[in-house]
């Protein structure tokens, strides 16, 4: 692949439902189909719907995607994604699902709403907390939703998009400092 | 810490907080007492013992503490210089190398350290995060150098200097203690809080939870005027009962407006560079949870 290739163009028809989404269909569950992502197959559910297709994926014998390798938040130009990467050990097999907020459904001063998955995979518990940290994406019925790796009393999330870091006297360019 | 506090009891020029902390107090209350008289005959001597016993901390929190590590085996040998007892406490500790970057979250316990060690302390800004930033240059969590938030005596850029770079670097510091005059050093320290204590729940300095609850008590039982007196009486220890306190006095709500204002005053009276980068009080992110 060159580097003037562009990048594949999305189709106009839908795509067809892979493996997981026929399997999510079966159990009524509804879901869209994106383009693959390394491969792997990538669908877009409900924020409604996260809950019981995680509950259906990791438990039924056919599926057992029984490992969440991790939780991400992406802030895309007109969504906030909560990124979930699930793994079989018994199939070797992976999938992405995504849960995308549109920006113009999130009220001013408010998070976009995702129900937690903390107590399905206690692993998830730190994942939201770091995407909530970073992102600013509300886990509904997380136990502790609190920053994780920036102080407490920090503002704001610095990995969205529209995030600018007020200048004080650690960052600014010409410091009154100790020099 | 005894027999540093019988010395020290009688000298007026160590603040409270730091009674525990400084310990090498024999020659401060000498050269205190004789200033600058005497301190050109013993600032040379106790130059001359310090500069070949520069003890330094076991502080590292990157890549640069790998070097430091090297610096300390027998193949750099730091200890051709006197400085090959790395002191797990600052207590014990005369120079502080900080090696590696320094986040906005490590940087409140750097302070503490850096406080915590008994005068003369001495810093070594080492590796190019913490001289400028480096290559974490605007970004959101690193302090752009080390020297926004302690005083240092040696910059040691590099990304990560060569251990030769810290033998050279220590050499450059005990050129520095030898030519130094304790006298004129001890003048220029700042005054300096040993520990701070951040609540738990908060996320905030417990002094200023303690200003808080001191507004808001005196706003409700004291007029205006007695407050600056009344808030030096709040003891300073008990920050469990001040919270206690101040709860009957929200739910009171007289003086909300005032208090409100009040804590932002005492923090703008506190700020000093090692406080800046305190965001303000009211965030939206307790407004969103």
Redo the contacts between chains.
């Keep these: 692949m060159t580097h003037d290739a562009k990048p594949p163009a999305a189709p106009a028809a839908p795509l067809e439902p892979g493996q997981y989404g026929q399997f999510l269909k079966e159990h009524g569950i509804s879901s869209e189909r994106l383009v693959d992502s390394c491969g792997v197959e990538t669908i877009v559910v409900a924020a409604a719907d996260l809950p019981p297709a995680l509950k259906l994926l990791r438990n039924s014998s056919e599926v057992k995607l029984d490992l969440l390798i991790t939780v991400t938040g992406v802030d895309n130009n007109d969504t906030y994604d909560s990124v979930y990467h699930l793994w079989s050990y018994e199939h070797i097999n992976e999938l992405v699902i995504k849960v995308m907020t549109k920006k113009t459904d999130v009220a001013d001063?408010?998070?976009p709403e995702v129900p937690s998955i903390s107590n399905f995979w206690s692993a998830a518990n730190w994942h939201e907390r770091e995407t909530y940290d970073l992102v600013g994406i509300?886990y509904t019925g997380h136990p502790y939703?609190r920053?994780i790796?920036?102080?407490?009393?920090?503002?704001?999330h610095?990995l969205r998009r529209d995030?600018k870091?007020?200048v004080?006297?650690?960052?600014d360019k010409n410091?009154?400092?100790?020099? | 810490m005894s027999e540093g506090n019988l010395i020290q009891a009688k000298s007026p020029s160590v603040p409270e907080e730091l009674r525990d902390t400084v310990t090498l107090t024999s020659i401060d209350h000498a050269i205190d007492m004789l200033g600058e008289v005497l301190s050109p005959v013993i600032s040379p001597v106790a130059n001359l013992a310090r500069s070949n016993s520069v003890w330094p901390l076991t502080f590292g929190t990157s890549c640069c503490a790998i070097e430091m590590m090297c610096v300390g085996m027998s193949a750099f040998d730091i200890s051709r210089f006197g400085s090959e007892v790395f002191r797990a406490t600052p207590r014990q500790a005369d120079m502080i190398l900080t090696a590696g970057t320094i986040t906005r979250k490590m940087a409140p316990a750097l302070i503490t350290l850096y406080e915590q060690m008994p005068e003369p302390k001495y810093v070594i800004a080492m590796g190019a995060c913490t001289v400028t930033g480096g290559m974490f240059n605007d970004s959101y969590s690193v302090v752009q150098g080390v020297d926004r938030i302690i005083p240092v005596d040696v910059y040691l850029p590099g990304c990560p200097p060569r251990p030769e770079a810290i033998l050279d670097a220590l050499l450059k510091l005990q050129q520095k203690i030898r030519t130094e005059n304790y006298h004129e050093r001890k003048k220029r320290t700042y005054n300096q809080r040993a520990v701070r204590y951040v609540d738990y729940d908060t996320g905030k300095l417990v002094d200023d939870l303690v200003a808080e609850a001191a507004d808001l008590a005196n706003g409700v039982l004291a007029p205006k005027a007695e407050a600056a007196g009344a808030k030096i009486a709040v003891p300073v220890a008990k920050p469990e009962a001040a919270k206690v306190e101040a709860k009957p006095a929200t739910t009171a709500g007289a003086a909300k407006p005032e208090a409100a204002a009040k804590p932002e005053a005492a923090k703008a009276e506190a700020a000093k560079p090692a406080d800046a980068p305190k965001p303000e009080a009211d965030k939206p992110e307790t407004k969103e949870s």
């Design positions: 001063g408010r998070l509300r939703l920053r790796l920036n102080p407490w009393d920090w503002d704001g610095p995030y870091q007020p004080d006297g650690l960052n410091p009154h400092s100790m020099r």
